[in-house]
């Protein structure tokens, strides 16, 4: 079983599309709530850093490396692990 969700704040976008209204096809976030074979319950979501930087603007990557640490906070608040990548 899945659960998909939209995870976002649209103050935290504007701050991107001011810059690149095209930013919003990754604003807000996808994110999935699933089970894997053995039973635990996993949550997947594209890296924001990764999404964001894509569009060749600092300031726009800039606040998808804030994104990749308020969402390590999440995973940490969850009791979750939270991957290398988001702590880079």
Known sequence: MATQ????NHTIAERMY???P?????????????SDLDGNTKLA?????????SYGDPRITDVGRELDALLARLVTLL??????QLTL
């Open 45 to 53: 979501i594209d890296q924001p850093s990764l999404l964001f930087a």
């Open 22 to 34: 095209s930013v919003m096809l990754h604003a807000p976030l996808r994110t999935l709530l699933y």
């Open 79 to 84: 009791g979750g692990e939270v991957p290398s």
């Open 18 to 20: 001011r810059h690149d």
């Open 5 to 8: 969700y939209l995870m976002g």
